[in-house]
């Protein structure tokens, strides 16, 4: 069997390694959930690269319907045609627009199927794709045929936990929730990411996120998508690893720290811990 | 075996049906777990859990059915972690370790256990009875003996085989567990209610369609209000007194309906709303709104929560004149009463823990006052609470 194993650019613990063989395997939909920048998104793309599949990403938005991944009826056009006294207009498969899942279901060889943030659309809206995903097909109502998938679609759902989802259709799926990596993790990822990069610079830069990651009450805690930015802007500043270290007095707040902490009230929270900080070993 | 594990799931209430348990066992087939238990814990969580809240009480039941591992000890006898932190290390020789006495069989073992817990009060470090780190008591962490019962340890001090489930990294999704402001904010999304109000602004496509064709191919447009959160909410706070040591409970789940509510009003109250309410809970004194007004104002379509712990003096409740504060001229219950048939939807959110909550009369009379409709101020009570307000 091919398996999934992480790929050059993407760390896979052995959880989610076991988590994506057995959906692949049971060809059933592996819902992802974890802490916003995780690295929940760049998995399906991860998953396809390592299998040499194509992706066929749908992101969903709060005005989403269902039946936008089907597809859409496009009566405008077919009303407009129809006043211009076009030919076409006679064939409604003309007016028949494909969506993703369409697009998934027909395509040569199985791709993998995103669907994004399934959390962000109406909660009915899981449930209206309850049977599609089970059975793997649909009826186009218009045109009277059945779109059968030809072979089963790898799918990959991710959640950002906004909205419950139905327990029949959690039933289908198969679960995984990225926890947030542990340092070991943590620095293999950033080798992954920028190989060659000096060891102390990393191991510094690690010790001043993990400290940053522990100060209560942050709105918005970084993640590793905010290290990775964090890591690229250090060293195209070329800030040595010396600077990080640095715990005299003035120089308590990080460098860069913009791409750490994204919310000015977090900002405000840290200067001022720093600030208190100081004090104590001062006095 | 399997069996058993999945009926002892159940048990623990992570809700696992018979079709997760066939899906495990189809993947088991396709060798998806093959020959590592790891791999098998891994497969079964991601077959078998399908909410991050339950990890935890899975990890436990693995841990229970696949090891013969200890089971947790009831609820409220939690060890407090502080005492188990890795302070000191103590090594001891070999013929220490022949010394040490086994205590006598698991049961045995446990049985003291339970006991000691309730003996002891303090945290201890080192000796050879009391739990803690690093002494000679079967009981503890970083210690030795060797029938020992490791609690909460988290290296692996002895080479003793411990577990991923034994880590139990899960731990704080539990949803009892207390609650940040962003979950407090998904748990209040449940009260969201999409309604179409106000000047229609908005083409709605398939009404026009729906009417041109009726028009027999003459363009007709229909328009429709836009669609938005319409749901309004009256949320009454108490302040002061014993409500103090819950403050920051209280200010996290306003912080987050003031986020997530368009409609939202406050006021506040001290034990129990009487004749008036504050806007401003600073200005008690100065400024207040008749409740009778608020009555009057917000119509029966908002939701009505009430924060507080509820824990007063049951005079406050039935008799005229009962408040610690002023001389009240209706006893308590009348005034909750009436805001209790303004507002047919309603709920009561004690930040109280729900099994204290019998140790006090006055929680028990509001509760019956409230019928019923009275929630933990925890991730699971305030979604309780959302269900029975959204009905």
Redesign the interface.
């Known amino acids: 069997?091919s398996g999934f194993t992480g790929t050059s650019t993407y760390v896979a613990t052995?959880?989610l390694?076991?988590?994506v063989?057995?959906?692949i395997?049971?060809e059933?939909p592996?819902?992802v959930?974890g802490e916003p920048g995780t690295g929940k998104t760049i998995l399906a793309q991860e998953i396809a690269k390592a299998l040499g599949k194509r992706l066929i990403a749908w992101h969903i938005k709060s005005t989403t319907k269902a039946q936008h991944g089907l597809y859409e009826y496009d009566?405008?056009a077919r009303?407009r045609d129809?006043?211009l006294g076009e030919a076409k207009v006679h064939d409604i498969a003309n007016y028949i627009l494909r969506g993703k899942l369409w697009e998934a279901f027909v395509a040569e060889e199985a791709p993998v199927l995103l669907i994004d943030e399934i959390d962000k659309a109406d909660i009915e809206f899981p449930n209206d794709l309850l049977l599609e995903l089970d059975r793997m097909e649909f009826h186009v109502y218009e045109t009277r045929q059945t779109i059968v998938a030809r072979q089963r679609p790898i799918v990959v759902i991710t959640s950002n936990?906004?909205?419950?989802l139905p327990?029949a259709f959690?039933?289908?799926?198969?679960?995984?929730?990225i926890?947030f990596p542990d340092r070991e993790t943590m620095e293999a990822i950033v080798a992954v990411h920028y190989p060659g990069l000096q060891h102390d610079l990393v191991r510094e830069a690690l010790n001043v996120f993990y400290e940053l990651r522990e100060v209560p009450g942050l709105?918005k805690k970084p993640s590793t998508s905010e290290l990775l930015d964090w890591l690229k802007l250090l060293m195209v500043e070329q800030i040595p690893a010396e600077a990080l270290r640095a715990k005299d007095a003035g120089k308590l707040i990080p460098p860069l720290h913009g791409a750490l902490l994204k919310s000015e009230q977090d900002i405000h929270l840290f200067e001022r811990l720093a600030f208190l900080h100081r004090r104590e070993r001062g006095g | 075996m399997f069996v058993d594990f999945f009926l002892e799931l159940r048990e623990a209430r992570v809700p696992v049906s018979l079709r997760e348990y066939l899906t495990l066992m189809a993947a088991m087939r396709a060798g998806v777990a093959a020959y590592s238990v790891d791999d098998f814990y891994y497969l079964a969580r991601a077959t078998l859990v399908k909410d991050e809240r339950n990890l935890d009480k899975f990890d436990r039941v693995f841990g229970h059915c696949f090891k013969g591992l200890e089971t947790p000890l009831e609820e409220g006898h939690g060890i407090p972690e502080e005492w188990l932190r890795k302070l000191a290390e103590k090594h001891l020789s070999e013929e220490e370790k022949r010394q040490i006495a086994a205590l006598g069989g698991w049961e045995k073992l446990m049985e003291t256990l339970r006991r000691r817990l309730a003996e002891q009060k303090r945290r201890h470090q080192g000796g050879s009875k009391w739990i803690g780190t690093a002494g000679t008591s079967p009981f503890g962490a970083w210690g030795y003996n060797p029938e020992g019962v490791r609690i909460g340890q988290e290296g692996n001090r002895n080479n003793r085989a411990v577990k991923v489930w034994d880590k139990r990294e899960f731990r704080n999704l539990d949803d009892q567990v207390e609650i940040g402001t962003r979950n407090i904010k998904i748990a209040l999304r449940r009260l969201r209610q999409f309604a179409r109000e106000g000047a229609a602004s908005q083409l709605d496509l398939d009404g026009t369609i729906h009417a041109t064709a009726k028009n027999a191919g003459w363009l007709e447009l229909k328009l429709v209000p836009e669609r938005h959160n319409a749901v309004k909410v009256l949320l009454l706070l108490d302040i002061g007194g014993s409500m103090e040591g819950h403050v920051r409970a209280c200010a996290e789940l306003f912080s987050a309906a003031r986020a997530e509510f368009k409609h939202l009003e406050t006021f506040y109250f001290h034990n129990c709303p009487y004749e008036a309410l504050w806007r401003d809970a600073e200005r008690r004194h100065v400024e207040r709104t008749a409740t009778m007004e608020v009555l009057h104002t917000y119509d029966a379509g908002y939701k009505l929560i009430l924060v507080g712990d509820a824990s007063m003096s049951p005079y406050e409740l039935v008799q005229p004149g009962g408040s610690v504060e002023h001389w009240n001229a209706e006893p308590g219950q009348v005034w909750l009463a009436r805001l209790l048939a303004t507002y047919p939807k309603s709920a009561w959110l004690n930040p109280v823990p729900e099994h204290y909550w019998g140790a006090t009369a006055s929680i028990g009379m509001v509760r019956r006052l409230m019928e019923g409709r009275m929630f933990p101020l925890t991730l699971d009570g305030l979604d309780r609470a959302m269900r029975q307000l959204a009905r």
């Open positions: 069997m052995d959880d390694r076991v988590a063989n057995a959906a395997a049971l059933r592996l819902l959930k009566a405008v009303l129809s006043q936990n906004e909205k419950e327990d959690l039933r289908r799926c198969f679960f995984h929730y926890r709105k």
